[in-house]
């Protein structure tokens, strides 16, 4: 499960990269300052939740079972979470009007939070 857990925050964590320079390159040019900055949003959430990612993934003091929820809450959250915005944030670029998934955002949010909230359960329930 670690190794499955580390390769998605590294994945993560490379797509953040590589969508912050597209954000930063070649939509500099076809965005609003406004929809860039929500691009962004996206971005860093993503690369906040790799980081996560690779912490839960190389501590071993978090059970399996938490792992594997935190695991799968990060997961669809970041889908959920990041890639709306990153449709929403390029709305203008497309004839498709993405504005009818905007309430994926929120629940990815909440997933997101979940998986924190599991990793706060699982230290404050942990037997010393």
């Known amino acids: 499960m670690d190794k499955k857990i580390i390769s998605t925050g590294a994945i993560f ?12 390159h070649a ?3 076809v965005l609003s300052l406004e929809e860039l900055s929500t691009f962004e949003t996206g971005v860093k959430y993503q690369m906040y939740h ?3 990612l690779l912490f839960i993934g190389m501590n071993s003091t978090i059970t399996q079972k938490a792992k594997k929820i935190i695991y799968v809450l990060t997961l669809i959250g ?14 203008s670029l497309t004839t498709f009007d993405f504005k009818i998934i905007g309430f994926v955002t ?3 949010g909440l997933l997101l939070i979940s998986a924190w909230g599991v990793l706060l359960l699982n230290y404050i329930n942990k037997k010393s």
Not at 13 to 24: D, V
């Open 13 to 24: 964590g490379m797509l953040a990269i590589i969508l912050g320079a597209f954000g930063a």
């Open 50 to 52: 790799a980081i996560f």
């Open 78 to 91: 970041v889908i959920f979470f990041s890639g709306s915005i990153y449709l929403l944030a390029t709305n």
């Open 106 to 108: 929120p629940i990815g």
């Open 27 to 29: 939509l500099k040019k």
